[in-house]
Protein backbone atom coordinates (compact mmCIF):
# COMPACT_ATOMS: atom_id res chain seq x y z
CA UNK A 1 0.00 0.00 0.00
CA UNK A 2 2.57 2.06 0.66
CA UNK A 3 4.11 1.56 -2.65
CA UNK A 4 1.13 2.09 -4.24
CA UNK A 5 0.93 5.93 -2.29
CA UNK A 6 4.19 6.63 -3.65
CA UNK A 7 3.61 5.45 -7.06
CA UNK A 8 0.63 7.42 -7.17
CA UNK A 9 2.34 10.96 -5.84
CA UNK A 10 4.56 10.33 -8.81
CA UNK A 11 1.82 10.34 -11.28
CA UNK A 12 0.46 13.11 -9.65
CA UNK A 13 3.14 15.17 -10.18
CA UNK A 14 3.24 14.59 -13.77
CA UNK A 15 -0.43 14.18 -14.67
CA UNK A 16 -3.12 17.20 -14.18
CA UNK A 17 -6.88 16.19 -14.21
CA UNK A 18 -9.65 18.35 -15.21
CA UNK A 19 -10.19 19.38 -11.60
CA UNK A 20 -6.24 19.85 -11.27
CA UNK A 21 -3.71 18.16 -8.88
CA UNK A 22 -4.62 19.55 -5.29
CA UNK A 23 -7.93 18.16 -6.15
CA UNK A 24 -6.77 14.65 -7.16
CA UNK A 25 -4.92 15.22 -4.14
CA UNK A 26 -7.71 15.77 -1.75
CA UNK A 27 -9.94 12.77 -3.25
CA UNK A 28 -7.40 10.56 -3.28
CA UNK A 29 -6.32 10.81 0.20
CA UNK A 30 -9.53 10.58 1.63
CA UNK A 31 -9.50 7.51 0.06
CA UNK A 32 -7.13 6.33 2.36
CA UNK A 33 -6.77 4.22 5.39
CA UNK A 34 -5.91 6.82 8.04
CA UNK A 35 -2.55 5.18 8.54
CA UNK A 36 -1.22 5.85 5.48
CA UNK A 37 -2.41 9.77 5.40
CA UNK A 38 0.98 11.35 6.73
CA UNK A 39 2.61 9.39 4.18
CA UNK A 40 0.46 11.13 1.41
CA UNK A 41 0.61 14.26 2.83
CA UNK A 42 4.17 14.01 3.18
CA UNK A 43 4.58 13.08 -0.41
CA UNK A 44 2.49 15.98 -1.73
CA UNK A 45 4.51 18.35 0.68
CA UNK A 46 7.45 17.48 -1.48
CA UNK A 47 5.89 18.25 -4.76
CA UNK A 48 4.48 21.46 -3.35
CA UNK A 49 7.26 22.65 -1.99
CA UNK A 50 9.61 21.93 -4.83
CA UNK A 51 6.83 24.15 -6.91
CA UNK A 52 5.88 26.95 -4.32
CA UNK A 53 3.49 27.41 -2.01
CA UNK A 54 0.95 29.11 -2.02
CA UNK A 55 0.22 25.91 -4.86
CA UNK A 56 -0.58 27.85 -7.67
CA UNK A 57 -2.76 25.98 -10.60
CA UNK A 58 -4.63 28.43 -13.17
CA UNK A 59 -6.36 30.74 -11.32
CA UNK A 60 -6.45 29.40 -8.18
CA UNK A 61 -4.06 29.20 -4.99
CA UNK A 62 -4.28 26.94 -2.26
CA UNK A 63 -2.33 28.11 1.07
CA UNK A 64 -1.15 25.22 2.74
CA UNK A 65 -0.44 24.85 6.57
CA UNK A 66 1.11 22.24 8.15
CA UNK A 67 1.45 21.52 11.86
CA UNK A 68 -0.24 21.40 15.14
CA UNK A 69 -2.88 23.84 15.60
CA UNK A 70 -6.92 24.22 16.42
CA UNK A 71 -7.51 26.36 13.87
CA UNK A 72 -5.82 28.19 10.88
CA UNK A 73 -7.10 31.38 9.08
CA UNK A 74 -5.65 33.49 7.18
CA UNK A 75 -5.89 38.13 7.40
CA UNK A 76 -4.44 40.20 4.24
CA UNK A 77 -5.10 42.84 1.72
CA UNK A 78 -7.72 41.00 -0.12
CA UNK A 79 -9.76 40.52 3.18
CA UNK A 80 -9.28 44.06 5.28
CA UNK A 81 -6.96 42.24 7.23
CA UNK A 82 -10.08 40.88 9.04
CA UNK A 83 -9.35 39.64 13.23
CA UNK A 84 -11.42 36.56 12.39
CA UNK A 85 -11.66 35.41 8.80
CA UNK A 86 -12.46 32.21 7.47
CA UNK A 87 -11.05 29.32 9.03
CA UNK A 88 -8.64 26.55 6.62
CA UNK A 89 -10.03 23.23 6.24
CA UNK A 90 -8.16 20.45 7.91
CA UNK A 91 -7.54 17.19 5.79
CA UNK A 92 -8.75 14.16 8.83
CA UNK A 93 -6.47 12.31 10.69
CA UNK A 94 -3.58 14.77 9.25
CA UNK A 95 -2.15 18.12 10.55
CA UNK A 96 -2.74 19.64 7.08
CA UNK A 97 -4.93 22.56 6.89
CA UNK A 98 -6.35 24.37 3.28
CA UNK A 99 -7.64 27.32 1.64
CA UNK A 100 -8.19 27.80 -2.16
CA UNK A 101 -9.05 31.08 -3.26
CA UNK A 102 -8.96 32.00 -6.87
CA UNK A 103 -7.58 35.42 -7.85
CA UNK A 104 -6.54 37.22 -11.23
CA UNK A 105 -3.67 36.24 -13.10
CA UNK A 106 -1.48 39.42 -12.10
CA UNK A 107 -2.43 39.79 -8.71
CA UNK A 108 -0.31 40.48 -5.57
CA UNK A 109 -0.82 40.28 -1.43
CA UNK A 110 0.21 40.73 1.58
CA UNK A 111 -1.08 38.46 4.60
CA UNK A 112 -0.34 36.57 7.26
CA UNK A 113 -1.58 33.37 8.95
CA UNK A 114 -3.64 33.20 12.65
CA UNK A 115 -2.50 30.27 14.54
CA UNK A 116 -5.09 29.17 16.75
CA UNK A 117 -7.12 32.48 17.02
CA UNK A 118 -4.41 35.08 17.86
CA UNK A 119 -0.94 33.86 17.11
CA UNK A 120 -0.47 36.02 13.97
CA UNK A 121 2.77 34.31 11.80
CA UNK A 122 4.53 34.61 8.44
CA UNK A 123 3.63 31.78 6.06
CA UNK A 124 6.13 29.10 7.02
CA UNK A 125 5.83 27.73 3.35
CA UNK A 126 6.17 31.34 1.55
CA UNK A 127 9.60 32.50 1.88
CA UNK A 128 8.44 35.76 -0.15
CA UNK A 129 7.81 38.83 2.44
CA UNK A 130 7.09 42.16 1.84
CA UNK A 131 7.97 45.03 4.71
CA UNK A 132 4.92 47.11 5.79
CA UNK A 133 4.69 49.49 7.86
CA UNK A 134 4.24 47.30 11.12
CA UNK A 135 6.90 44.46 9.59
CA UNK A 136 7.23 41.90 7.33
CA UNK A 137 4.15 40.29 5.62
CA UNK A 138 3.95 37.39 3.52
CA UNK A 139 4.07 38.10 0.03
CA UNK A 140 1.82 35.88 -2.74
CA UNK A 141 2.14 36.92 -6.13
CA UNK A 142 0.42 34.67 -9.21
CA UNK A 143 2.30 33.97 -12.19
CA UNK A 144 1.62 37.29 -14.40
CA UNK A 145 2.52 39.03 -11.73
CA UNK A 146 6.02 41.39 -12.77
CA UNK A 147 8.15 41.75 -10.48
CA UNK A 148 9.37 45.95 -10.42
CA UNK A 149 13.26 45.53 -11.35
CA UNK A 150 13.55 49.39 -10.82
CA UNK A 151 12.96 48.87 -6.83
CA UNK A 152 16.32 46.80 -6.84
CA UNK A 153 19.42 47.68 -6.28
CA UNK A 154 21.38 47.09 -9.98
CA UNK A 155 25.13 46.62 -10.43
CA UNK A 156 26.81 49.60 -12.56
CA UNK A 157 23.71 51.68 -12.06
CA UNK A 158 24.68 55.65 -11.55
CA UNK A 159 23.39 56.96 -8.11
CA UNK A 160 22.73 59.74 -6.39
CA UNK A 161 23.11 60.77 -2.43
CA UNK A 162 20.81 61.21 0.68
CA UNK A 163 21.29 64.06 2.83
CA UNK A 164 19.15 65.78 5.47
CA UNK A 165 18.29 69.09 6.82
CA UNK A 166 15.79 70.03 9.18
CA UNK A 167 13.31 73.17 8.97
CA UNK A 168 10.93 75.07 11.22
CA UNK A 169 7.14 75.76 10.22
CA UNK A 170 6.17 79.12 11.47
CA UNK A 171 2.33 77.73 9.96
CA UNK A 172 2.20 74.79 12.44
CA UNK A 173 4.60 75.41 14.97
CA UNK A 174 6.69 72.19 14.55
CA UNK A 175 9.94 71.32 13.75
CA UNK A 176 10.33 69.14 10.33
CA UNK A 177 13.38 66.35 9.42
CA UNK A 178 13.42 66.32 5.40
CA UNK A 179 15.49 63.88 3.85
CA UNK A 180 16.98 65.01 0.39
CA UNK A 181 17.57 62.86 -2.66
CA UNK A 182 20.83 64.78 -4.67
CA UNK A 183 20.51 62.52 -8.67
CA UNK A 184 24.01 61.78 -9.96
CA UNK A 185 26.30 64.51 -11.35
CA UNK A 186 24.59 66.92 -9.21
CA UNK A 187 27.46 68.50 -7.33
CA UNK A 188 29.25 68.44 -10.97
CA UNK A 189 26.52 70.55 -12.79
CA UNK A 190 26.32 73.78 -10.62
CA UNK A 191 24.60 75.86 -13.47
CA UNK A 192 21.78 72.87 -13.84
CA UNK A 193 18.73 73.17 -11.93
CA UNK A 194 16.14 70.29 -11.59
CA UNK A 195 12.59 69.20 -11.52
CA UNK A 196 10.92 68.40 -7.90
CA UNK A 197 9.40 65.75 -6.18
CA UNK A 198 8.29 66.12 -2.60
CA UNK A 199 6.83 62.89 -0.30
CA UNK A 200 4.96 62.64 2.21
CA UNK A 201 5.78 60.15 4.58
CA UNK A 202 9.55 60.43 3.72
CA UNK A 203 11.29 57.83 5.61
CA UNK A 204 8.88 55.59 4.50
CA UNK A 205 9.03 56.32 1.13
CA UNK A 206 13.03 55.10 1.18
CA UNK A 207 12.85 52.99 3.85
CA UNK A 208 9.17 51.05 2.37
CA UNK A 209 8.99 52.33 -0.58
CA UNK A 210 12.52 51.66 -1.90
CA UNK A 211 12.75 55.64 -3.25
CA UNK A 212 16.10 56.07 -3.47
CA UNK A 213 16.76 52.62 -5.52
CA UNK A 214 13.28 53.66 -7.79
CA UNK A 215 14.73 57.40 -8.65
CA UNK A 216 18.42 56.15 -9.54
CA UNK A 217 17.08 53.32 -11.76
CA UNK A 218 14.63 55.32 -13.65
CA UNK A 219 17.22 57.96 -14.35
CA UNK A 220 19.86 56.09 -15.22
CA UNK A 221 18.17 54.48 -17.47
CA UNK A 222 16.37 57.54 -18.82
CA UNK A 223 13.60 56.79 -17.88
CA UNK A 224 12.80 59.93 -16.05
CA UNK A 225 15.21 63.37 -16.05
CA UNK A 226 17.47 63.57 -12.88
CA UNK A 227 15.19 65.18 -10.18
CA UNK A 228 15.97 66.27 -6.97
CA UNK A 229 13.38 64.84 -4.23
CA UNK A 230 12.38 66.17 -0.70
CA UNK A 231 11.03 63.34 1.29
CA UNK A 232 9.42 65.44 4.43
CA UNK A 233 8.81 63.30 7.89
CA UNK A 234 5.97 64.31 9.74
CA UNK A 235 5.12 65.01 13.05
CA UNK A 236 1.81 63.56 13.98
CA UNK A 237 0.82 62.20 10.03
CA UNK A 238 -3.26 62.03 11.19
CA UNK A 239 -3.40 65.34 12.45
CA UNK A 240 -1.53 67.23 10.07
CA UNK A 241 -2.46 65.14 7.33
CA UNK A 242 -6.35 64.72 7.98
CA UNK A 243 -7.39 66.57 11.43
CA UNK A 244 -7.02 69.89 12.95
CA UNK A 245 -3.66 71.41 11.21
CA UNK A 246 -4.33 69.81 7.68
CA UNK A 247 -4.26 73.70 6.74
CA UNK A 248 -1.76 75.09 8.35
CA UNK A 249 0.48 71.60 6.87
CA UNK A 250 -0.48 72.50 3.64
CA UNK A 251 1.03 76.13 3.94
CA UNK A 252 3.76 74.92 5.25
CA UNK A 253 4.25 72.53 2.63
CA UNK A 254 3.67 74.82 -0.21
CA UNK A 255 4.88 77.91 1.23
CA UNK A 256 7.27 77.63 3.84
CA UNK A 257 9.51 74.38 2.54
CA UNK A 258 9.29 75.08 -0.96
CA UNK A 259 10.62 78.63 -0.23
CA UNK A 260 13.36 77.51 1.04
CA UNK A 261 13.72 74.52 -1.04
CA UNK A 262 13.84 77.34 -3.91
CA UNK A 263 16.80 79.10 -2.23
CA UNK A 264 18.76 76.27 -1.03
CA UNK A 265 18.67 74.05 -3.87
CA UNK A 266 18.83 74.20 -7.74
CA UNK A 267 15.49 73.60 -8.45
CA UNK A 268 13.09 74.25 -10.85
CA UNK A 269 10.92 76.60 -9.40
CA UNK A 270 8.15 76.28 -11.99
CA UNK A 271 4.46 74.20 -11.24
CA UNK A 272 5.01 72.17 -14.17
CA UNK A 273 8.24 71.09 -12.46
CA UNK A 274 7.01 70.27 -9.46
CA UNK A 275 5.55 66.44 -8.27
CA UNK A 276 3.60 66.40 -4.54
CA UNK A 277 3.04 62.51 -3.84
CA UNK A 278 1.61 60.82 -1.20
CA UNK A 279 0.25 56.99 -0.09
CA UNK A 280 -3.06 56.89 1.96
CA UNK A 281 -3.37 59.45 4.70
CA UNK A 282 -0.33 60.95 2.33
CA UNK A 283 -2.32 61.32 -0.51
CA UNK A 284 -5.50 62.97 0.84
CA UNK A 285 -2.59 65.50 2.15
CA UNK A 286 -1.07 65.99 -1.32
CA UNK A 287 -4.57 66.32 -3.45
CA UNK A 288 -5.25 68.94 -0.92
CA UNK A 289 -2.15 70.88 -0.90
CA UNK A 290 -2.37 70.61 -4.73
CA UNK A 291 -5.70 72.06 -5.00
CA UNK A 292 -5.28 74.85 -2.41
CA UNK A 293 -1.92 75.37 -4.08
CA UNK A 294 -1.83 74.76 -7.74
CA UNK A 295 0.43 77.70 -8.72
CA UNK A 296 3.17 76.06 -6.67
CA UNK A 297 2.45 71.93 -7.36
CA UNK A 298 1.31 71.37 -10.73
CA UNK A 299 2.09 67.82 -10.92
CA UNK A 300 -0.13 65.41 -8.27
CA UNK A 301 0.85 61.61 -7.31
CA UNK A 302 -1.75 59.43 -5.78
CA UNK A 303 -0.72 56.30 -3.89
CA UNK A 304 -4.46 54.82 -2.92
CA UNK A 305 -5.57 57.67 -1.43
CA UNK A 306 -7.42 57.98 2.05
CA UNK A 307 -9.71 60.24 1.02
CA UNK A 308 -12.42 59.64 3.49
CA UNK A 309 -11.29 61.70 6.70
CA UNK A 310 -13.27 64.50 7.58
CA UNK A 311 -16.54 63.58 5.62
CA UNK A 312 -14.75 62.66 2.63
CA UNK A 313 -13.99 66.66 2.13
CA UNK A 314 -10.82 65.94 -0.14
CA UNK A 315 -12.67 63.72 -1.99
CA UNK A 316 -15.77 66.62 -2.00
CA UNK A 317 -13.44 69.15 -3.03
CA UNK A 318 -12.03 67.76 -6.44
CA UNK A 319 -16.03 66.66 -6.91
CA UNK A 320 -17.70 69.67 -6.53
CA UNK A 321 -15.07 72.24 -6.70
CA UNK A 322 -13.89 74.32 -9.99
CA UNK A 323 -11.39 72.31 -12.19
CA UNK A 324 -7.31 73.41 -11.16
CA UNK A 325 -5.02 73.30 -13.70
CA UNK A 326 -2.71 69.80 -12.35
CA UNK A 327 -1.76 67.18 -13.76
CA UNK A 328 -2.47 63.57 -11.63
CA UNK A 329 -1.88 60.28 -11.66
CA UNK A 330 -3.75 57.94 -9.17
CA UNK A 331 -3.07 54.45 -8.40
CA UNK A 332 -5.10 51.86 -6.09
CA UNK A 333 -5.36 48.36 -5.09
CA UNK A 334 -9.33 46.52 -6.21
CA UNK A 335 -8.71 44.65 -2.86
CA UNK A 336 -8.80 48.05 -0.81
CA UNK A 337 -11.93 49.30 0.43
CA UNK A 338 -11.00 52.56 -1.17
CA UNK A 339 -11.17 51.73 -4.44
CA UNK A 340 -15.14 52.68 -5.21
CA UNK A 341 -13.97 56.03 -3.97
CA UNK A 342 -11.40 56.29 -6.28
CA UNK A 343 -13.18 55.58 -9.24
CA UNK A 344 -15.54 57.63 -8.69
CA UNK A 345 -13.24 60.66 -8.26
CA UNK A 346 -10.91 59.28 -10.70
CA UNK A 347 -14.19 59.76 -13.44
CA UNK A 348 -15.35 62.90 -12.29
CA UNK A 349 -12.05 64.15 -12.45
CA UNK A 350 -11.67 62.89 -16.03
CA UNK A 351 -15.39 64.47 -17.13
CA UNK A 352 -13.95 67.64 -15.16
CA UNK A 353 -11.27 67.83 -17.78
CA UNK A 354 -7.95 67.24 -15.44
CA UNK A 355 -5.15 65.78 -17.35
CA UNK A 356 -4.89 62.53 -15.50
CA UNK A 357 -4.27 58.85 -15.74
CA UNK A 358 -4.75 56.22 -13.24
CA UNK A 359 -4.15 52.38 -12.56
CA UNK A 360 -6.43 49.54 -10.78
CA UNK A 361 -4.50 46.43 -9.66
CA UNK A 362 -5.46 43.66 -8.86
CA UNK A 363 -4.01 44.33 -5.13
CA UNK A 364 -4.59 45.84 -1.70
CA UNK A 365 -3.09 48.94 0.57
CA UNK A 366 0.28 47.89 0.65
CA UNK A 367 3.94 49.15 0.26
CA UNK A 368 4.04 46.32 -2.29
CA UNK A 369 1.52 48.37 -4.57
CA UNK A 370 3.65 51.51 -4.17
CA UNK A 371 6.76 51.25 -4.10
CA UNK A 372 6.20 49.06 -7.45
CA UNK A 373 3.91 51.84 -9.24
CA UNK A 374 6.31 55.05 -7.95
CA UNK A 375 7.56 54.50 -11.91
CA UNK A 376 3.96 54.62 -13.48
CA UNK A 377 3.34 58.20 -11.31
CA UNK A 378 6.61 59.54 -11.89
CA UNK A 379 7.03 58.79 -15.43
CA UNK A 380 3.73 59.94 -16.31
CA UNK A 381 3.99 63.27 -14.51
CA UNK A 382 7.47 63.78 -15.90
CA UNK A 383 7.14 63.07 -19.03
CA UNK A 384 8.26 65.90 -21.35
CA UNK A 385 9.74 67.45 -18.50
CA UNK A 386 13.45 68.56 -18.59
CA UNK A 387 16.71 69.73 -16.49
CA UNK A 388 17.25 73.35 -17.32
CA UNK A 389 20.50 75.31 -17.38
CA UNK A 390 18.97 78.80 -17.55
CA UNK A 391 19.28 80.35 -14.42
CA UNK A 392 16.60 82.98 -15.09
CA UNK A 393 13.92 80.13 -15.65
CA UNK A 394 10.77 82.04 -14.56
CA UNK A 395 8.15 81.21 -11.49
CA UNK A 396 4.94 80.77 -11.68
CA UNK A 397 4.79 81.67 -7.97
CA UNK A 398 7.90 83.85 -6.69
CA UNK A 399 7.98 82.61 -3.00
CA UNK A 400 10.30 85.90 -2.03
CA UNK A 401 6.53 87.81 -2.66
CA UNK A 402 3.66 88.85 -0.94
CA UNK A 403 0.83 86.50 -1.51
CA UNK A 404 -2.96 85.53 -0.94
CA UNK A 405 -4.54 82.32 -1.46
CA UNK A 406 -8.35 81.63 -2.24
CA UNK A 407 -9.62 81.31 0.99
CA UNK A 408 -10.70 77.64 2.22
CA UNK A 409 -13.80 76.44 2.30
CA UNK A 410 -15.33 78.84 -0.62
CA UNK A 411 -18.10 78.45 -0.96
CA UNK A 412 -18.17 78.82 3.19
CA UNK A 413 -20.97 78.27 6.14
CA UNK A 414 -20.47 80.42 8.74
CA UNK A 415 -16.83 79.92 8.53
CA UNK A 416 -13.79 80.08 6.54
CA UNK A 417 -9.60 80.89 6.29
CA UNK A 418 -7.95 83.70 4.29
CA UNK A 419 -4.73 82.48 3.72
CA UNK A 420 -1.10 84.61 2.83
CA UNK A 421 2.33 84.43 2.71
CA UNK A 422 4.25 87.45 3.61
CA UNK A 423 8.29 87.39 2.43
CA UNK A 424 8.81 90.15 4.90
CA UNK A 425 7.86 90.36 8.81
CA UNK A 426 5.69 93.24 9.14
CA UNK A 427 2.20 94.71 9.49
CA UNK A 428 -0.47 92.98 7.70
CA UNK A 429 -4.15 94.69 7.75
CA UNK A 430 -7.42 92.34 6.63
CA UNK A 431 -10.50 93.95 5.50
CA UNK A 432 -13.79 92.24 4.54
CA UNK A 433 -16.52 94.38 2.39
CA UNK A 434 -19.69 93.69 0.77
CA UNK A 435 -20.58 93.54 -3.17
CA UNK A 436 -20.66 97.79 -2.82
CA UNK A 437 -17.82 98.31 -1.22
CA UNK A 438 -19.14 98.67 2.70
CA UNK A 439 -16.71 97.67 4.80
CA UNK A 440 -17.90 94.99 6.80
CA UNK A 441 -14.84 94.32 9.24
CA UNK A 442 -11.28 94.93 9.93
CA UNK A 443 -10.25 90.94 10.74
CA UNK A 444 -6.90 92.10 11.81
CA UNK A 445 -4.29 94.88 12.10
CA UNK A 446 -1.58 93.90 13.31
CA UNK A 447 2.65 92.52 12.98
CA UNK A 448 3.53 89.10 11.29
CA UNK A 449 6.67 87.24 11.14
CA UNK A 450 7.50 86.39 7.76
CA UNK A 451 5.86 83.88 5.99
CA UNK A 452 2.58 81.84 5.89
CA UNK A 453 -0.24 82.94 7.76
CA UNK A 454 -4.38 81.99 7.82
CA UNK A 455 -6.88 84.20 9.82
CA UNK A 456 -10.51 82.80 10.68
CA UNK A 457 -13.55 84.95 9.47
CA UNK A 458 -16.93 84.26 11.00
CA UNK A 459 -19.89 85.01 9.27
CA UNK A 460 -22.59 84.23 11.72
CA UNK A 461 -24.12 87.36 11.60
CA UNK A 462 -24.35 88.02 7.52
CA UNK A 463 -26.65 86.89 4.83
CA UNK A 464 -25.80 84.80 1.83
CA UNK A 465 -23.96 86.81 -0.94
CA UNK A 466 -20.28 87.37 -2.09
CA UNK A 467 -17.85 89.36 -0.40
CA UNK A 468 -14.28 90.74 -0.59
CA UNK A 469 -11.66 90.68 1.36
CA UNK A 470 -8.07 92.37 1.29
CA UNK A 471 -5.12 92.04 2.58
CA UNK A 472 -2.36 94.39 2.81
CA UNK A 473 0.87 94.91 4.26
CA UNK A 474 3.34 98.12 3.50
CA UNK A 475 2.41 99.62 0.05
CA UNK A 476 1.00 96.32 -1.54
CA UNK A 477 -2.99 95.16 -1.43
CA UNK A 478 -4.27 92.37 -3.04
CA UNK A 479 -7.69 90.85 -2.87
CA UNK A 480 -10.18 87.96 -3.58
CA UNK A 481 -13.68 87.25 -3.37
CA UNK A 482 -15.39 84.58 -0.52
CA UNK A 483 -19.41 83.17 -1.28
CA UNK A 484 -21.05 82.83 1.82
CA UNK A 485 -24.05 80.04 1.53
CA UNK A 486 -26.82 79.56 4.12
Given at each position: ?72 QLSGDENSWASNPEQFSRISATNLFYQRRKYEMNARLDYKLIINGSNWILDPENPNTCEGGYGANSEFAMPD ?342
Amino acid sequence: MKFRVALWFVLLASLVSAQGRFADFLVHIDSLNYIYKSAAVDSFMAIARAEGIPFVENDTATFIYLGAANKVQLSGDENSWASNPEQFSRISATNLFYQRRKYEMNARLDYKLIINGSNWILDPENPNTCEGGYGANSEFAMPDYEHPWEIEDRPGTNTGTIEQFNIFSQAVDRNYRVYVYKPHGYNDNPQTRYPSVYYQDGSDYINLGAAKQVLDNLIDSENIPPVLAFFVVPNNRTNEYTEATRFNYSGFFALELVNYVDSAYRTIPDRKSRVVLGDSFGGNISALISWLYPDVFGLLGLHSAAFWPNDYEVSNILLNYDKKDIKCYSVWGSYESLSSNLRTVTDTMISKGYEINWAELPEGHSWGLWKATTDDILEYLLDGVTTSVDESTDNDLQLNEFKVFTNYPNPFNPSTYINFFIPHSGNVKINVYNVIGEKISTLTNKYFENGYHKVKFSADNLISGVYIYTVETGNLLLSEKMVLIK
